[in-house]
């Protein structure tokens, strides 16, 4: 089966930094392309970022441009996201998900891992 | 490309046909997506490329559109359809979601 489990989420003071890591298993990893979607707390969905299967592309919501960077290690099955200067606009669950292949979208998703920044 | 949705609640009871709308900012031709999200949940994907069907989901649900305007219709239903629903386009950097339609059963 497909499944992404996510980790690396918690409590960060503003301005702080955090590595949410994301671990796949049951399909040919490297692929795929690979994303960040994140959920504040009672919103909607909101794509943050993404990357290709071999790195050669990466692409950000305008938001987190500058602050956070997406990385990929085809080798251990995992996508990375690198998060600085944090605000309180960054709370929210944080979800890893394939992007399909032949026009498919993200089509599967991982449970997310939970970020908190506050004081 | 901003995506709306309406209406933004609905309430229907159990065997009926409900109809959620999509409208993008500029044309995603045919690379709209519908979710659905169940409380604590992550989002599952429901149709892609405006209208197909990913696997495993029922028949009765369905999509329709192109360019700026799409719809998502829902025959017969059911209990388990409790859950809120959004809109993806595809089309272009950076991808967007609608901001999500609640689907309640009287």
């Known amino acids: 089966d497909v499944q992404m489990v996510e980790t690396g989420g918690g409590l960060v003071k503003p301005g702080g930094s955090l590595r949410l890591s994301c671990v796949a298993s049951?399909?040919?990893?490297?692929?795929?392309?690979m994303n960040w979607v994140r959920q504040a707390p009672g919103k909607g969905l909101e794509w943050v970022s993404s990357?290709?299967?071999?790195?050669?592309?990466?692409h950000y919501v305008d938001s987190v441009k500058g602050r956070f960077t997406i990385s990929r290690d085809n080798a251990k099955n995992s996508v990375y996201l690198h998060m600085d200067s944090l605000t309180a606009d960054d709370s929210g669950i944080y979800y890893c998900?394939?992007?399909?292949?032949?026009?498919?979208?993200?089509?599967?998703w991982g449970q997310g891992t939970l970020v908190t920044v506050s004081s | 490309i901003q995506l709306t949705q309406s209406p933004s609640t609905l309430s229907a009871s159990v065997g009926d046909r409900v109809n959620i709308t999509c409208r993008a900012s500029q044309t995603v031709d045919i690379w709209l997506a519908w979710y659905r999200q169940k409380p604590g949940k992550a989002p599952d994907l429901l149709i892609y490329k405006a209208s197909t069907l990913h696997s495993g989901v029922p028949s009765r649900i369905s999509g329709s559109g192109s360019g700026t305007e799409f719809t998502l219709t829902i025959s017969g239903l059911q209990p388990d359809d409790s859950a809120i629903y959004y809109c993806h386009q595809y089309n272009n950097q950076p991808k967007t979601f609608g901001p999500g339609t609640k689907v309640e059963i009287k």
């Open positions: 998900a394939r992007s399909g292949v032949r026009g498919v979208p993200l089509d599967s």
């Open positions: 990357i290709t299967s071999t790195s050669g592309y990466m």
């Open positions: 049951g399909f040919s990893f490297n692929t795929y392309s």
